[in-house]
Each structure stands twice: as structure tokens, then as C-alpha cells.
């Protein structure tokens, strides 16, 4: 039994080619409790993605209008096109009880910790540098130039995880994926999450 | 793999009657990873104890001598006999990386607390204040006065809650032993304990 509380908002995120999205499908693996944020992005729908499920797809425009009246947690453009995360949701879902993870990109999460500092920030390391290098060089899909950018990106990301809660080392899938499930649980036992209602528990 | 650091201090504390011994034990059969903070004591050593495992059992004279020497993380008097908590062994055994509970009275995890704020606190309650009381009542063995002053001593311990890092409810042993260590987990990728070693290992 957890003491009645909000949802929790998860940011999954750390450098580019950590394995982010691999973890979060192994995460959702480990439990049914968990909501998963869908993006919002102007980027062209490819074959077999859903509106709705994959990502909400909308006009430039649509999601420039968005932007204005402040209707996302986070957004960002990538290669041309927009990425946001729909605050409505969010707070629909968290409003509920029910937690939701989100995975994104280290700009992004850190626009979520002046927006709603009660999130529960995870940056996702690899063991070491070197290994990090190996993966994105193992891609096998990306030219040499694509490999010295996201080389490149990853290190200028590297130092942010100073401004998360939380540093999980992807040594392993299934272990990393294991102790985010356990942090997401020990941040619902966390005092200040559950004081007030602890209070009122004490009435009966 | 956790980032290398040093072993956390574990403090499980609560009103009286609400089971932290029972929950204490469950949690020492779900992992072999956590050591045990034996106390000190100038009570008489009952039948079946053993020095050094229940409790080390000293004089009142060697007692008194530590505490001037500033050698309990905290101490405590209780029914004419002195209980206390050594901190050369605590030190030891943080210092080599391993974690070790603690598991005393309210009174001295407040002491705990201004000693080593690194400590991780954690109060644990019953799902309704009735329930403590039944479970005072239904021990059977004690006399109604003894009830009641324990009662009182309860009441004036729920407050304490707010000086806790983490609330967690015995509304069954199994699910609150899997919490706490849920929680020492978690508290192992905090960013604050491992940042600077995660520094170090981005040179590799």
C-alpha cells in the first residue's frame, strides 16, 4: 500500500546513443503501472506508425500555435522538424494518480526541471566513455561524419546529468531497466510526497 | 553496476508497536548485501544471548566513558539501562562501501539526523492509527497500564514523520521489507552520492 498521492513524472534521459529506448521497452516490460507520454511532432508520419500511438501528428503551423500558448512541458526542433511533449496530458494523467515516464533528449529535460520540478529526473550512463564511443560506432548505419556529430553531441551532454535526481548506469538492460522500476517506487514512499495525506491518515 | 561509493547508513525507525523489528528481520531474508548495526547495552545479558551478536554488553562505567568520548552516533536511557549505537563500526563499514541498517527508537534517529545527515531515515507506519492501537492491545502479554503509556508513547512519536526521508507503511510485512529495499537501491543511483565518481569515470 502507498500512501495516496499524485503520479509521478519519470524523465528518462541521458547522451545520445546511451540506449534510452531500449531501457524504456524493457521498462514497460517490468510493469503495467507506467504511462508512457506520446510526443507531439510535425515530423512526416513513415509506414506503420499510428497517429496517436507512435507520436500526434500535426501541421507546422498546429504546433506553432501550440508553442504560443504555452501547451507544452518541452519542445524542441531536430533536423528540421518540431518534437513536443503535450502538457495536457501530462497533468491529466498525474491529476489521476497515475505515473507517466517520458524519454527525451537532455535539452528537453532540462526545460522539464524549471516546468515542473517535482518530476523525477534519470540520466542514463553508459559504464564508461569508451563504451559509449563503441556503440555508436557499431551502429553500422551512419557515415563517419554522422558518428564525429553524435560523438560530439553526447560529450557536450555528458556533463548535465549534474542537474538530475537520479544516475543509472546501462551496464546491462534489464538491470538498468530494474532500477529505474525501483526508483520509481521508492520516490512514492519519499516524505514530501506523502506528509499531507500521512496527516490525515493519522484521523483514523 | 552502481557507481562506486560509499555505503549508506539506514536508519528504520517508527512509533512504537508498529513491527520495525519484524520488518527488519524480513528485510536482513531478502538480501545479504545489507550488515547489521548491533548496539551497545549495560542491561544484563539475557539467556541465549551472545556478546557481540545481540548486543555488545558493557558496564555503566564504560558506557558513560564512550559517550564522553563522543563514541555513540546515538545513545539512549531506557527503564535504568543505557542503549547505544557505536560509531567506530558504523564508519568502518560505510567507509568500505557497504550499507548497514540501524533500527532504534525516534528518539535517537532525530540524534542521527544532526550526526550524519548523509544518513537515509526512513519511518515506518501503520496504514491507520487504530490498527497501532489493536496491535498494542492484541500483544497480550502486557497490562492495560503499560498499554496505555505505550499508546501515549506512540502518539507523541507520529509527528516525527516529518524529519524522515521516506514514509513507509507496514500494512504487511513482505510488501514494506520490499519497499525499504526498493529504497536502498534507489537511493544508491542518487545523483548527489555518485556524481563525482561518474566525473571520473567520463575519463575513461
Request: hydrophobic share 35%.
Amino acid at each position: 500500500m502507498n500512501i495516496k498521492q499524485k503520479g509521478l513524472l519519470i524523465v528518462l534521459s541521458g547522451p545520445s546513443g546511451v540506449g534510452k529506448g531500449t531501457v524504456r521497452k524493457e521498462l514497460f516490460n517490468l510493469t503495467d503501472k507506467l504511462k508512457y507520454s506520446i510526443s507531439m511532432t510535425t515530423r512526416q508520419k513513415r509506414p506503420g506508425e499510428e497517429d496517436g500511438k507512435d507520436y500526434y501528428f500535426v501541421t507546422k503551423d498546429e504546433f506553432i500555435k501550440r508553442i504560443e500558448k504555452n501547451k507544452f512541458l518541452e519542445h524542441a526542433q531536430f533536423v528540421g522538424n518540431y518534437y513536443g511533449t503535450p502538457l495536457d496530458k501530462i497533468e491529466e494523467c498525474i491529476n489521476k494518480g497515475d505515473d507517466m515516464l517520458l524519454e527525451i533528449e537532455v535539452n528537453g529535460a532540462t526545460q522539464v526541471r524549471h516546468k515542473l520540478p517535482e518530476a523525477v529526473l534519470i540520466f542514463l550512463v553508459p559504464p564508461t566513455k569508451a563504451d559509449l564511443y563503441e556503440r555508436l560506432k557499431s551502429r553500422g548505419t551512419e557515415t563517419e561524419e554522422v558518428i564525429q556529430e553524435r560523438i560530439k553531441k553526447a560529450d557536450s551532454e555528458f556533463p548535465e546529468a549534474r542537474f538530475y535526481d537520479y544516475i543509472v548506469v546501462n551496464d546491462n538492460v534489464a538491470d538498468a531497466a530494474k532500477r529505474i522500476l525501483e526508483i520509481i517506487n521508492a520516490e512514492h514512499s519519499k516524505r514530501i510526497r506523502v506528509y499531507d495525506e500521512y496527516i490525515k491518515m493519522l484521523k483514523k
